[in-house]
């Protein structure tokens, strides 16, 4: 009985000890997300969200790496002003940009995933896992704002796909990988650091 207690303490510190990690995650999103500048042929700013949430996945596996995403989005649409360029609400999730959002949870989702089924030990294990998750943030984002182009300009879907991978992912492919090489970096020298 006794060692049951003492499992049931165990498992529930594990869980608080996930849970304030998921937060701290979040609130590195909504820093990240202050650091941003637009390039001026596109709606879409360059910010370190992205790295951000691969740091996530990486650091907390797929369901928490997820998890400390979906609270940031929780926060966005509560109205407190944690997107980039401090924006917040239902507009946040209606403009250019909305797609990369949800594309945050699902990519922090597919770097852990990924990184998990490779072995979660290697520079390489987490570098493949950090641009799925890349692809996944991009996918995600790539049909928004293509979308989004549709409806504004009132073309057909299919004449804004060039435009969306022209605005929304084609520039922003090297400076993505480059901030998935820091975020695997940073996994790994933090899990040396923690050995024993």
Excluded at 61 to 88: D, H, N, T
């Amino acid at each position: 009985m006794e060692s049951f207690g003492n499992q049931a303490a165990i498992s529930g510190n594990s869980i608080r000890i996930r849970v304030l990690t998921a937060f701290f995650f979040t609130a590195v999103t909504v820093a990240c997300a202050q650091v941003s500048f637009r390039l001026w042929f596109t709606p879409v700013p360059v910010t370190l969200q992205v790295f951000a949430a691969l740091l996530a996945g990486l650091a907390l596996g797929s369901k928490w790496g997820a998890i400390s995403q979906l609270q940031y989005l929780m926060l966005g649409a509560m109205g407190l002003p944690v997107f980039a360029e401090f924006k917040a609400g239902a507009m946040a999730f209606a403009g250019p940009t909305a797609g990369y959002l949800l594309g945050f949870a699902a990519g922090a989702f597919a770097a852990g995933w990924v990184f998990e089924r490779l072995g979660g030990r290697s520079f390489f294990a987490a570098l493949v896992g950090g641009v799925v998750g890349i692809a996944a943030i991009h996918f995600f984002g790539f049909l928004w704002v293509a979308t989004w182009l549709s409806f504004t300009a009132g073309k057909p879907l299919a004449a804004c796909l060039t435009s969306a991978w022209l605005i929304g992912t084609a520039p922003f492919i090297g400076v993505d990988v480059l901030k998935a090489i820091v975020a695997s970096g940073l996994v790994l020298g933090g899990r040396t650091l923690h050995k024993p």
